[in-house]
């Protein structure tokens, strides 16, 4: 049991689980019926993805220190109550059954989901090696 950390679109990996969006726009062009079988996610929590204004930054993040700032910035999205409980929640899961979390970036080294990877295990999760 474990939660796995995934590029969304790409080809699912055996025994990966129940697939989630961690995004703040489900993909476009794509039919709603379609998320799934198009390998994107079963179900969509852009809750832990970062605002509008934080995935603005961290596109245009040139520089380690421009990149620090979002990983401030999104680590502080991430602290309200109602993240922290999600956060929780999929870390109990990790210890239940396989799950997957993810976005749409190419390099995990400047995706939120690096981010999330660490929030993940610092909440107990029990996190594939990425």
Request: charged share 35%.
């Given at each position: 049991m474990a939660v796995r950390i995934v590029r969304l679109g790409e080809p699912r990996t055996e025994?990966?689980?129940l697939r989630i969006g961690t995004v703040r726009r489900p993909p476009r062009g794509v039919p709603k019926e379609e998320f799934a079988a198009r390998d994107f996610y079963d179900t969509w929590l852009p809750e832990l993805s970062p605002s509008q204004e934080l995935v603005s930054q961290a596109m245009a993040a040139q520089t380690d220190k421009e990149w620090q700032a979002f990983v401030r910035a999104y680590r502080k999205e991430m602290g309200t109550p109602a993240a922290r409980h999600l956060l929780e929640l999929l870390a109990e899961l990790s210890h239940r059954t396989d799950i997957?979390?993810?976005?749409?970036?190419?390099?995990?080294n400047r995706c939120h989901r690096s981010v999330l990877r660490e929030l993940l295990a610092e909440h107990g999760a029990e996190v594939t090696p990425g």
């Open positions: 025994g990966e689980g997957a979390v993810g976005c749409y970036c190419e390099d995990e």
